[in-house]
């Protein structure tokens, strides 16, 4: 075989080695499921989001959608164990998130919210690296498996040509792409983001999609999003939680849930869906509905 420097039985051997190896590396894709949620704030003498069930799929992207102040980014942040339930409780795998570490959720469970917010001295590869603490006893110098994991979320995110910038000098759009950086860096087997192409144009909207899906299908992630985009949502998610007023409208996959109905009653728009579009339901909006 030119260019291995070994037999053929041998690099064969090689090959199958390494190939059992990576089998018995690979976890089964995680499940994350709310029970029976009422979600509050100090600031609200009624919960703001009130749930029986919701049901991130173990190895599938679920894409919450809804109008401003439906409850999206409270119920995300409730099942990232960022905010406490006033009623009910989260389960990983079947597990209360509660009865997790702080390190240990955060080598199961990754987040990246709306506020972040950063040095301004600091390089974008240095906040990448940020995202490999949760694999790190305090006293550990950086190993090659992290480097290899910053590496790799520095290229997926698209921001190589940055590893060196300090975040001050960067755009919105910019550092939006360095925090997936770091959240993607910390590799955990659920992954919640909490609108991510905010600030971002069209073309690096869809490029963090599609490094959500390229994420989903060969890691298997269990992916929870908030997309302002129903149509993009309807695109790339398995599944969709449409949300109304701080309670779920519907919930299942794209075809099912992106009616004309649905964008009437949640949206507050007369629009035309086509179901059989081979990308998912196409969204053609007319008007909005008077309220």
């Keep these: 075989m030119p260019g291995t420097g070994l037999p053929s039985e041998a690099a064969d051997e090689r090959s199958a080695v390494e190939s059992t190896a990576a089998d018995e590396t690979q976890t089964?894709?995680?499940?994350l499921v709310g029970d029976d949620l009422a979600i509050g704030y100090p600031t609200t003498d009624e919960p703001v989001v009130e749930c029986e069930r919701v049901l991130l799929p173990a190895g599938e992207v679920t894409a919450l959608v809804g109008p401003n102040g439906s409850?999206?980014?409270?119920?995300?942040k409730t099942m990232a164990d960022q905010l406490q339930p006033e009623a009910g409780r989260i389960l990983l795998d079947g597990d209360r998130i509660q009865s997790f570490g702080s390190k240990e959720l955060a080598r199961e469970l990754g987040l990246l919210s709306q506020e972040n917010e950063s040095p301004g001295t600091i390089t974008v590869e240095d906040l990448v690296y940020h995202g490999r603490y949760p694999h790190r006893g305090f006293f550990e110098s950086v190993t090659d498996a992290d480097q290899a994991a910053v590496d790799r979320a520095i290229d997926l995110a698209g921001v190589d040509h940055l590893r060196e910038s300090e975040m001050t000098n960067l755009s919105g759009g910019q550092?939006?792409?360095?925090?997936?950086?770091?959240v993607l860096a910390q590799e955990t087997d659920v992954l919640l983001l909490d609108e991510p192409t905010t600030f971002l144009d069209l073309h690096h909207q869809l490029r963090v999609l599609s490094v959500v899906r390229t994420l989903n299908r060969e890691a298997g992630v269990t992916v929870g999003i908030v997309l302002h985009d129903i149509g993009q949502a309807a695109r790339f998610a398995d599944?969709?939680?449409?949300m109304q007023d701080g309670s779920l409208y519907d919930?299942?996959?794209p075809k099912e849930v992106v009616t004309e109905q649905l964008l009437a009653d949640v949206f507050r728009v007369d629009a035309t869906v086509d179901g059989e579009s081979p990308t998912g339901p196409h969204i053609a909006p007319h008007s909005a509905i008077e309220e």
């Excluded at 409850?71 to 995300?76: A, F, N, R």
Aim: net charge neutral.
């Design 239 to 242: 599944n969709l939680i449409a």
């Design 28 to 31: 089964d894709p995680s499940e």
């Design 175 to 182: 550092k939006q792409l360095a925090w997936i950086a770091m």
């Design 251 to 253: 919930w299942g996959p």
């Design 71 to 76: 409850g999206k980014s409270t119920l995300l």
